[in-house]
C-alpha cells in the first residue's frame, strides 16, 4: 500500500503532493515501482495534527482518487469521515482506511457495508490531539487485542463483509516504541483474531529512535526507509495482508524476496 498524503502537515511529506497534478503523478510513480493499492489522504494523523473540515479534506482528495481509479488503481481513501469515505467509494475507490476502527464517526462503518468496501479497521485511543496522553498499558498487546476484538463487533453488526475486514494494530497511536516493537514481536496475537493484518510503520518515530546517531537525535523521516523495507521483508515472510509504506519500490522488492523464500521452500 502505497502513502499518498495530499495534506501541507503530514509528519514526512506534508505539503509535497498537496497539487492534485503533483499527486497523480507522485500516485502514478508509486503504482509504477510496486504499489497493490495506493492509499490517499486529506488529512494528517499524527500526534498534535489539528481536525480538517470534511469539505477541506474532499477538495483535496476527491479529484486524486477519481483520476487514479479512472487509471485502473486500486485506491484506498484514508479517512475517519463517513461523509469522504461514501463520496470517494462512488468516485472508485475500492478500499477505505478508517485509522479510528469507526470511533470517529461510526457512520463510516455503514458506508463501508453498503458499498461492499474492504475495510481497514484501525486501534485507536483518542484523537491525534489527546493519543500521546493515552499511550498508557498493563499489556499493550492483551489490550490491543481485546479492544480489536470489539470494534471488530461492531463492524461486522454494521454488515461489514468478514471477508472484506483487515484489522491494523496502529503503530504509533497512542502507543510509544517499546508498545509499537512489542506489537510487531507478537503479532501471532493479533492474527489470531481472525482476519488479515495491514502493518503501518513506514517512517514512523519508533524507527528514527532506533537509527539515532551518537549524540541520541532521531534520524529524519527519509533516513528511516532502509528500516521500513527490512520490516517489510519481515512481515512479508510471515504472510500479512499489506504493508503501508511511503517509498514503495525497496518494500516491492522486499516483498518479492520473501515471496522468492517460501516458494523455494514449498519446492523442497
Not at 108 to 113: E, R
Not at 175 to 186: F, V, Y
Not at 217 to 230: E, I, K, M, S
Request: hydrophobic share 50%; net charge negative; with cysteine.
Amino acid at each position: 500500500m502505497g502513502v499518498l498524503n495530499v495534506t501541507p502537515d503530514s509528519f514526512s511529506d506534508g505539503g509535497r503532493w498537496l497539487d492534485a497534478d503533483q499527486a497523480l503523478a507522485h500516485g502514478r510513480l508509486l503504482r509504477r515501482q510496486g504499489a497493490d493499492v495506493l492509499d490517499v489522504g486529506g488529512e494528517s494523523t499524527r500526534p498534535g495534527s489539528e481536525r480538517v473540515p470534511v469539505d477541506v479534506e474532499l477538495a483535496r482528495v476527491l479529484p486524486v482518487v477519481r483520476a487514479l481509479a479512472a487509471d485502473g488503481a486500486v485506491v484506498s481513501i484514508d479517512t475517519v469521515h463517513a461523509e469522504t469515505a461514501d463520496a470517494c467509494l462512488r468516485a472508485g475507490a475500492a478500499v477505505v482506511n478508517d485509522v479510528s476502527g469507526g470511533l470517529a464517526d461510526p457512520e463510516i462503518l455503514d458506508v463501508a457495508a453498503r458499498h461492499g468496501a474492504r475495510y481497514v479497521l484501525g486501534h485507536w485511543r483518542g484523537d491525534p490531539a489527546t493519543m500521546n496522553e493515552r499511550a498508557v498499558y498493563a499489556d499493550v498487546v492483551a489490550e490491543v487485542v481485546t479492544e480489536l476484538a470489539a470494534r471488530t463487533r461492531v463492524a461486522l453488526a454494521a454488515g461489514v463483509d468478514p471477508a472484506l475486514l483487515v484489522l491494523d494494530p496502529g503503530l504509533g497511536f497512542a502507543k510509544d516504541a517499546e508498545h509499537n516493537w512489542e506489537l510487531l514481536a507478537r503479532l501471532e496475537a493479533l492474527e489470531a483474531l481472525g482476519h488479515p493484518l495491514l502493518v503501518g510503520a513506514s517512517r514512523k518515530r519508533f524507527l528514527g529512535a532506533l537509527l539515532a546517531g551518537p549524540d541520541g537525535v532521531p534520524a529524519p523521516p527519509l533516513a528511516r526507509d532502509g528500516a521500513t523495507a527490512a520490516l517489510t521483508a519481515i512481515l512479508a515472510a510471515r504472510g500479512v495482508w499489506g504493508v503501508r509504506v511511503h517509498e514503495v519500490r525497496p518494500s516491492a522488492d522486499a516483498v518479492r524476496v520473501a515471496a522468492a523464500l517460501r516458494a523455494a521452500g514449498r519446492a523442497r
